[in-house]
């Protein structure tokens, strides 16, 4: 029985801790062929910047790793808007930014370049 218990708790406390905590909920990509700087609307809204906010993003361009930037707090509480210079996208070219939150989480958008 205290077995039982054990891992009733063991679950509740994980399922409470998934509730608390969530990855970014959506990401909005653009891309400036003149500046050759993408920019991206990372929606993920946090009570507290410095303890729950984007730990991690890392940008992909044809499936390639060409940039990771850590941060350390969320600059606002509803999103963290990032933007990331890149060198010789062209057209056709597909970019893909994956967000990662500190607690839990991770979320992916992709674009192609027009």
Known sequence: ???????????LL????????????????????DTQTLTADIQHKVKNIESHYISEVIVFVNDKEVKTVSYEKQSEKLNELVEIPLENIKEGDEIKLSAKCNKFG?????LVVE
């Open 1 to 11: 029985m205290k077995k039982i218990a054990t891992y009733f708790l063991v679950a």
């Open 14 to 33: 994980g399922f409470g801790l998934s509730v608390m905590a969530h990855g970014p909920k959506k990401i909005l990509l653009s891309f400036d062929k």
């Open 106 to 110: 991770k979320k992916s958008s992709k």
